[in-house]
Nanobody, 115 residues
């Protein structure tokens, strides 16, 4: 199973980026899909998550700015990031958890916001 993340890059403050992460391989019945991020010298932290039933959960620091969504057929989770701030600069990782409890991580995609 592989998770391929894309969409990172450089953007000016208040700009937007859209991240996507697609699962390939023998992964079925994905329960939770989520995005984490890790800034230099910091611990990895949850950004947003979405369950199989469509329930979403956001970190306080992204509420109102980021939107997580998923495409069941394409096994893809996306993160629309608006009003980006310098503090959002980090490597963003996608994670998927199957109903069987297996956890998969993507390779990470760099997001850099200039102030």
């Amino acid at each position: 199973v592989q998770l391929q993340a894309s969409g990172g890059g450089w953007v000016q403050a208040m700009g937007s980026l859209r991240l996507s992460c697609t699962a390939s391989g023998s992964i079925f019945s994905i329960n939770e899909m989520s995005w984490f991020r890790q800034a230099p010298g910091q611990q990895r932290e949850l950004v947003a998550a979405i369950t199989d039933g469509g329930y979403t959960n956001y970190a306080e620091f992204v509420k109102g700015r980021f939107t997580i969504s998923r495409d069941y057929a394409k096994r893809t989770v996306s993160l629309q990031m608006n009003s980006l701030q310098f503090e959002d600069t980090a490597i963003y990782y996608c994670r998927m958890i199957s109903w069987g409890g297996a956890v998969y991580w993507g390779q990470g995609t760099q997001v850099t916001v200039s102030s």
